[in-house]
């Protein structure tokens, strides 16, 4: 069966399925957000030091760099709706375990099964890529992009209170995730309407992962653009192992308070990639937002490596969130618009796993060099930055865009 046009211009009914499909993309993330800031401090309590912490953030993408492609696979004989759900449900056990964790061996096992159930953004991406014509994607990119940042704004919020319901010792946040997952993955099997044919794989499948890896190693464009996305992603990874410890050390802030440092940079991810962005994009292009970008995040992590006050380490973070949500649409948008129309969500799929890539090497050495000395990680970070910067000089805007 041939694959379906599912294009939407704009109509109720494609804004309808982007409404659906944001809404489970944000409670998933709502749960990742719940345990992203406690994670750090329940690792010390089972005596991990920086390299362990990073390798316990490195192992979830490690596994997300395996299956993403997989999953991809998976949701063209499929459809996107069930690998949705199935994901939903994989997270949910992963929280559960969390919930139950009693040594660092138990959370290495719930960040091992939750980047399966996680592993599914190229889905949801390419769901956006079906039903999305390629003028609109950068902007529809953005809201897959905002969900991340809103679920940075409630999931460590939340996670931060909840961590005060059962001090030291991850039940509450752990079966809250775990519930929500469950909850939403109903959702989706009810209210979000699928948009590939079951059993269409065999003609157009947008995830033809060898097809898409030939035209990824032919393509200037887009290998360009994979390593910039590779760059800006290792640069922000370098703050989930190490900002929850930085605060403490140098702050001597508890799991509350830096759940609403994270939720400060979500707030600003919000703002950024699901409006600015939209706004912006139309009147620079992609590759100019993107480029533009670089400076407030670069300067960012410089300020909160080398921040000696809250106001500088806040106003770093704010930077952070600027710069991270005008260069991650724009990268993935270019992306997009550089594969072949049948081949996107495959090129996505490749995407998603440079991202995985970098957030297993990120964490790493971001966790390796905070043990040496504090500001190292955000440092390096920059240094990436300059770098995505310097690579992406040789972009090309596409063409029915602003140069």
Not at 22 to 37: K, R, S
Not at 79 to 99: I, M
Not at 187 to 207: D, N
Request: a positive charge.
């Amino acid at each position: 069966m041939a694959e379906t046009p599912l294009h939407s211009t704009g109509d109720a009914s494609g804004r309808g399925r982007l409404g659906v499909l944001f809404l489970a993309v944000l409670v998933d993330l709502i749960g990742f957000g719940i345990v992203l800031p406690l994670l750090p401090f329940y690792a010390r309590d089972f005596g991990a030091d920086g390299l362990q912490v990073g390798l316990l953030v490195t192992v979830y993408s490690a596994v997300q760099f395996v299956m993403a492609p997989l999953w991809g696979r998976v949701s063209d004989r499929l459809g996107r709706r069930p690998v949705l759900v199935l994901g939903l449900l994989g997270s949910a056990l992963a929280y559960v375990v969390f919930a139950r964790a009693d040594s660092l061996a138990m959370l290495f096992l719930s960040r091992i099964v939750g980047g399966i159930g996680g592993s599914t953004i190229p889905v949801a991406q390419a769901y956006i890529a079906d039903v999305t014509p390629p003028s609109r994607r950068a902007g529809n990119m953005g809201l897959i992009g905002a969900a991340f940042g809103l679920g940075f704004v409630v999931g460590p919020a939340l996670g931060g209170f909840l961590s005060g319901v059962s001090p030291g010792a991850p039940t509450a946040p752990g079966y809250t995730a775990a519930a929500l997952c469950l909850v939403n993955a109903l959702a989706a099997l009810v209210l979000l309407p699928e948009t590939r044919p079951r059993g269409s794989a065999g003609t157009t499948s947008r995830f033809d992962f060898r097809a898409a890896l030939d035209q990824a190693r032919s393509s200037r464009q887009i290998r360009i653009t994979l390593l910039g996305y590779l760059c800006i992603t290792m640069a922000f990874s370098t703050l989930q192992p190490t900002l929850s410890l930085l605060s403490s050390e140098r702050f001597a802030m508890g799991a509350r308070q830096a759940g609403y440092l994270f939720a400060l940079l979500g707030i600003v991810s919000v703002i950024v990639q699901g409006g600015i962005v939209r706004r912006l994009v139309p009147r620079l292009g992609e590759r100019r937002l993107l480029r533009t970008s670089a400076f407030p995040f670069a300067l960012g992590l410089i300020l909160v490596g080398l921040s000696s006050t809250t106001p500088v380490l806040l106003a770093g973070l704010i930077l952070i969130g600027i710069g991270y949500g005008g260069a991650v649409p724009s990268a993935l948008g270019l992306l997009s618009r550089a594969a072949d129309p049948e081949r996107q969500g495959a090129v996505l799929g490749i995407g998603q796993s440079v991202g995985s890539l970098a957030r297993v090497m990120g964490p790493t050495m971001a966790g390796a060099l905070f043990d040496v000395r504090l500001a190292f990680p955000y440092l390096a970070g920059a240094l990436l930055i300059a770098m995505a910067t310097v690579v992406t000089a040789g972009l090309v805007q596409p063409e029915d865009a602003p140069a």
